[in-house]
């Protein structure tokens, strides 16, 4: 299976940033679509940014258009998140996702949580105001 690990969260005041990054020691991510969740003490986990496993399209919640970019680099097996001008609002456990059941699928609408089969153990973003 893809085995999954998430790194670069922290605290940072708002209005800052800081790139989070997710990589496979099992299996290749690259015939797999990937994704960033995050999940906020008491709420549900929720789609951040999804990409496909091609690269080309990318896809991203509202909150988050213009702040976020998510990328991938299939030769290092490493998923990335960029996020700039961080709120308080974003402060949540980041888990990155793969669709490790399903190579090389075509992403047509916004991913869910259930369309990811292997999933990291999440970093912690905090945002102060």
């Known amino acids: 299976q893809v085995q999954l690990v998430e790194s670069g969260g922290g605290l940072v005041q708002a209005g800052g940033s800081l790139r989070l990054s997710c990589t496979s020691s099992?299996?290749?991510?690259?015939?797999?679509?990937m994704g960033w969740f995050r999940q906020a003490p008491g709420k549900e986990r929720e789609f951040v940014s999804a990409?496909?496993?091609?690269?080309?399209?990318?896809f991203y919640t509202d909150s988050v258009k213009g702040r976020f970019t998510i990328s991938r680099d299939n030769a290092a097996n490493t998923l990335y998140l960029q996020m700039n001008n961080l709120k308080p609002e974003d402060t949540a456990v980041y888990y990155c996702?793969?669709?490790?059941?399903?190579?090389?699928?075509?992403?047509?609408?916004?991913?869910?949580?259930?369309?990811?089969?292997?999933w990291g153990q999440g970093t912690q973003v905090t945002v102060s105001s």
């Open positions: 099992g299996r290749p991510i690259r015939p797999y679509a």
């Open positions: 990409i496909s496993w091609t690269g080309k399209s990318t």
């Open positions: 996702a793969a669709d490790q059941d399903r190579p090389y699928r075509m992403i047509i609408v916004v991913p869910g949580v259930d369309d990811f089969a292997s």
